[in-house]
């Protein structure tokens, strides 16, 4: 099943513990994305990637590292998370050069920094 | 202004109404237009995608694109209570080869 992978669905942890969400798409998408939502802001873009070792910064990219090793994965750190963090994250996947297609979007993680 | 603007609502229709959820956009240039349905706590699902002015149907969907009036709308016909959720609409920004999202509006549909 062609799917958009990511995990853990739900975390909760203190400020400045380093943590790691990881996606994984099996689509062979070369385009992939991070997004967070929150109420009354949608969904806003915090880093993405073109291609394997081609990462960008969208919309909101402080506090936050993402790396593309491997075409399939595309990890987001949070080296020092900080309440302000605490949102619901979305990976998205699609097809390089024809985002006329849309977004795959994987399940969701729902963070909490306490 | 915001690159994506839709009335945030909540918009509530009784069921086996028309829904018709609304959205602009600023870039003119846009190209690939979407509408997605995001069930509370779940991630957004892509129901509809419109590429040229005019109407494209999909079952009891219907998007409507006016690029000069920058302008998409989404339609839902003889609505079910199972399409309660928030819609959010999408734009493709040439420019910046990525996707504008929407904040989203809510639709309540009513037994």
């Known amino acids: 099943e062609a799917q958009v992978t990511q995990n853990p669905r739900y975390l909760i942890t203190v400020t400045g513990k380093k943590l790691t969400v990881t996606c994984s798409q099996n689509m062979n998408h070369e385009y992939m994305s991070w997004y967070r939502q929150d109420p009354g802001l949608g969904l806003r873009q915090i880093y993405y990637s073109m291609n394997v070792e081609v990462t960008d910064k969208g919309d909101v990219p402080e506090g936050y590292k993402v790396s593309r090793k491997e075409k399939r994965n595309f990890p987001l750190i949070l080296e020092s998370p900080s309440p302000n963090q605490t949102s619901l994250y979305f990976c998205?996947?699609?097809?390089?050069?024809?985002?006329?297609?849309?977004?795959?979007f994987g399940s969701g993680t729902r963070l909490t920094v306490v | 202004q915001k690159e994506v603007e839709q009335n945030s609502g909540p918009l509530s229709v009784p069921e086996g109404a028309i829904a018709s959820l609304n959205c602009t956009y600023s870039d003119r240039v846009s190209q690939s237009f979407f509408w997605y349905r995001q069930y509370s706590g779940k991630s957004p699902e892509l129901i509809m995608s419109?590429?040229?002015?005019g109407d494209k149907e999909d079952g009891r969907f219907t998007a409507q694109l006016n690029k000069a009036s920058q302008y998409v709308s989404l339609l839902i016909r003889d609505s079910q209570p199972s399409d309660s959720a928030t819609y959010l609409c999408a734009v493709n920004l040439v420019n910046n080869n990525d996707m504008r999202f929407g904040a989203g509006t809510r639709l309540t549909v009513k037994p």
């Open positions: 419109i590429y040229s002015n």
């Open positions: 998205a996947s699609s097809l390089f050069g024809r985002l006329n297609y849309g977004y795959t």
